[in-house]
């Protein structure tokens, strides 16, 4: 069973486009990180939520969470090429799968 | 401040051979973990400790020892490699349970 469930995987978005990313957790915790990862590299703390209803802005990417539903989204407003990476969401220690972002001129 | 240093970048082992992942911080962090990244499956925790003398496992402990004898140091021990244990091999650090972690380089590890 998964503990956090990202989706979509891969995501392929034009410039200017705005998108949201998924995250279902089913641990115990209310905790929930996101993180970047660019390819070959480390990974770059980006958000902490720590309570239902958190929302938290920086830039071009907003992170929210709905703990009893248990799930949190990174919305993408406008995008531009700089934000193609694979971004990771964690609920407690466990991180999802990731979602590759790509960022399409 | 340094951060989070990992040694070495990378390595490349024999099956059956151990070996020492280093892991030092300068923050002054309580939490420190050792995560294993693979293709595919995002990150997987192997050890963590929430301050010095005290260490739990993660979700794929098998086949590694950790100890933090110091807040700085955090080393990851590899007892005997398996060409399974070929993997991306992270290291983090975070004042608290509610701060993000900083993490590590990285160590690109082969086990032939």
């Known amino acids: 069973e998964l503990k956090v469930e990202q989706n979509p995987l891969f995501l392929s978005m034009q410039e200017g486009k705005n998108y949201t990313i998924y995250c279902n957790y089913s641990?115990?915790?209310?905790?929930l990180y996101w993180y970047r990862q660019d390819p070959g590299k480390s990974l770059e703390s980006l958000f902490v939520?720590?309570?239902?209803?958190a929302v938290k802005q920086e830039g071009r990417l907003m992170a929210s969470l709905d703990t009893k539903a248990r799930l949190s989204t990174l919305h993408i407003t406008a995008a531009v090429h700089d934000l193609s990476a694979t971004y990771f969401c964690?609920?407690?220690?466990?991180f999802g799968t990731g979602t590759s972002l790509t960022v399409i001129p | 401040n340094a951060g989070v240093t990992q040694t070495p970048k990378f390595q490349v082992l024999k099956t059956g051979q151990s070996m020492t992942l280093q892991c030092a911080q300068d923050?002054?962090?309580?939490?420190m973990s050792w995560y294993r990244q693979d293709p595919g499956m995002g990150l997987r925790l192997i050890h963590y400790?929430?301050?010095?003398?005290?260490?739990d496992q993660g979700e794929v402990p098998n086949g590694y020892n950790v100890s933090r004898s110091t807040t700085e140091d955090f080393p990851l021990r590899l007892l005997s490699a398996a060409p399974s244990q070929t993997s991306v091999y992270f290291c983090a650090s975070s004042y608290s349970a509610d701060r993000g972690y900083t993490f590590g380089s990285g160590t690109r590890l082969t086990v032939v």
């Open positions: 964690v609920n407690q220690f466990y």
């Open positions: 400790s929430v301050g010095a003398g005290i260490t």
């Open positions: 939520l720590l309570s239902n209803g």
């Open positions: 923050m002054n962090h309580e939490y």
């Open positions: 641990t115990t915790s209310d905790r």
